[in-house]
C-alpha cells in the first residue's frame, strides 16, 4: 500500500443528520476510492498555521460520485463543531485516507450480514447498505439500529426506503428516549432479548458489525459472544467519548 | 516479597518542529481551534490532542479471562523461556511508571499511572540478561497481535497489570496489557499472554491492516509509509 497522502477537499454541501449531525458531501477529486466501513483523517488549518486532526466515518458509497462523511456534534469539542455548525459550501480542508483494513465489509464472500448501530454509528453501515444495494441486493442483512428518538435517527427514510426495496434487508429500530406515538417496536436498549429477536442464528457464514458509543459496542458485543456467537466474526468500531 | 519501585521508564523526546512550510497548506475559514496548554506542548506528537478521558479501541469484543487460567510466557521459536501464572507473576519485581500515551487516533492522555513488570525484570526472571532476538511479537487473547523491536522493549517497556492504583479493566486490556508507551498506543497490546522473540520482523494485526510498521507517534508513522 502506498503512502496515505493529504489532499484539499472542498465543501459541496451540507445536510442536517439527526438533530446534532450533519452530513458533509466533499468534492474530492484525488479520492482513490474505498470500501464500505473505512473513515477518513480530516485535518483543519487555522489562519495561524495551527492545524487539528480527527478522524470520521466515510458514510458514501464506493460508487458515488461524492464523498460524504457524517459528523456528529461534540460539545467542547474542537473539530466536530466546525464542521457541523461554521463550515459552508465552497470551503476547503485537507483530507487523506482510506484508512482501517478491519472494520470493511467486501459483498464477495457472500454470507449474511448483522449490523448494529447506536446513533452516529450508523454511518460506515450506510456505505455498507449503498454498496450492498449496487452489488449485493437479496444478500440476507439485518441492520439493528439504536437511536434516541426518531428525531434523532439519522438516514432514516434512505434506510427505509432501501428496506422497502429489497425483502432480503430488515431494519429494526429501537427507540431508547422517546418513541413514537402508538408505537410497536422496541422502546429500549438493545439487550439480549432484542438480539435474540433481531439477530440471526450463529452460523459460520454470519459477520456481524457493531459501530457506536463505546458502552454501546461493548455490551452488544459482549452480549452477542454470551449468546453463542463467535468473537472473531464479531467486528467492532468504537467512538468516543471523546473520539469526536 | 513484592516491591514497588517508582521508575519513569518513559524517555521524553522534544517534539520535532515542523519545518514545513503553512503556505502551502489550504486555510479552513473561520477554523479557530483549541491550542493545547503551552506547558504541555512539547509532550504532545503532531496530530494529536490531548484528552483526560480514555477512549476505548478495539477491533472485537473483550476477552474475559479468569486470573486462575491466566499466564504469560515468553518464547524464541518453539523453545519456551519462561512461564508465569497470575501469582507468580505478582511475585515478580513490580515497577511503577507514570508516562504519556499517543492513540494513533489522535488523543493523547498524559500522566497515567501504571504498575507491572518490566520486560527486563521477566527476562531476568527466565535467566538472560538481554532480549535474544532483534524483534518481538506479541500475543493477546482475540487473536490480537503486534510488533516490536526488542530494543523498544529494553528500559522501555512492561507487562501492565495496574492502571490508575486499581487491577486493570478488561475493556483496557485487563487483566495484563503490553505497555510500550513511546509507541502509538496500539502497541501497547490489550489482553497480552505471550511475547514471541523473533530474528526478522514480522507485521502484527493492524500492521497488516495498513498501519506503520514501527509507530513513532513524534514522527507521525500513523499508517503504512508515513
Known sequence: MGRLRWQTVSVESIEPLGRRAKVVHLRAPDWPGHLPGQHVDVRLTASDGYQAQRSYSVASAPHELRLSLAVECVAGGEVSPYLTTEVRPGDVFELRGPIGGYFVWDAAPGGLLFMCAGGSGVAPFMAVLEHRERVARGLPTTLLYSARSPEDAMFAARVDALARDDPALDVVWTYTREAPQAWKGYARRIDAAILRETAPPPDDRLLIYVCGPTSFVEGIATTLVELGYGPSSIRTERFGPSAE | ?226
Open chain 2, 1 to 226: 516479597m513484592r516491591r514497588t519501585e517508582r521508575a519513569r521508564t518513559a524517555v521524553r523526546l522534544t517534539a520535532p518542529r515542523s519545518t514545513v512550510s503553512n503556505h502551502s497548506r489550504p486555510i479552513s475559514r473561520g477554523f479557530q481551534g483549541r491550542r493545547t496548554d503551552p506547558e504541555d506542548r512539547h509532550r504532545v506528537p503532531p496530530g494529536q490532542y490531548v484528552t483526560r478521558d480514555f477512549p476505548v479501541l478495539s477491533a472485537g469484543p473483550t476477552p474475559h479471562v479468569s486470573l486462575v487460567e491466566w499466564t504469560f510466557s515468553m518464547r524464541v521459536g518453539d523453545r519456551p523461556l519462561g512461564k508465569w501464572n497470575w501469582a507468580e507473576f505478582q511475585d515478580l519485581t513490580q515497577t511503577r511508571a507514570a508516562v504519556d500515551i499517543h492513540c494513533v487516533t489522535k488523543w493523547s492522555k498524559l500522566d497515567t499511572v501504571w504498575e507491572g513488570v518490566t520486560i527486563d525484570a521477566l527476562l531476568k526472571a527466565a535467566g538472560l540478561d538481554a532480549a535474544p532476538t532483534p524483534y518481538a511479537l506479541a500475543h493477546s487473547d482475540g487473536g490480537y497481535s503486534t510488533n516490536v523491536p526488542t530494543k523498544d522493549l529494553a528500559g522501555k517497556a512492561m507487562i501492565a497489570t495496574r492502571f490508575a492504583d486499581a487491577p486493570l479493566s478488561a475493556a483496557h486490556g485487563g487483566p495484563a496489557r503490553l505497555l510500550v508507551p513511546h509507541l502509538y498506543f496500539w502497541k501497547s497490546a490489550k489482553w497480552v499472554r505471550s511475547i514471541e522473540f523473533i530474528t526478522a520482523d514480522r507485521p502484527g494485526f493492524w500492521e497488516s491492516l495498513g498501519y506503520h510498521i514501527y509507530g513513532d507517534p513524534w514522527h507521525e508513522q500513523r499508517y503504512s509509509g508515513d
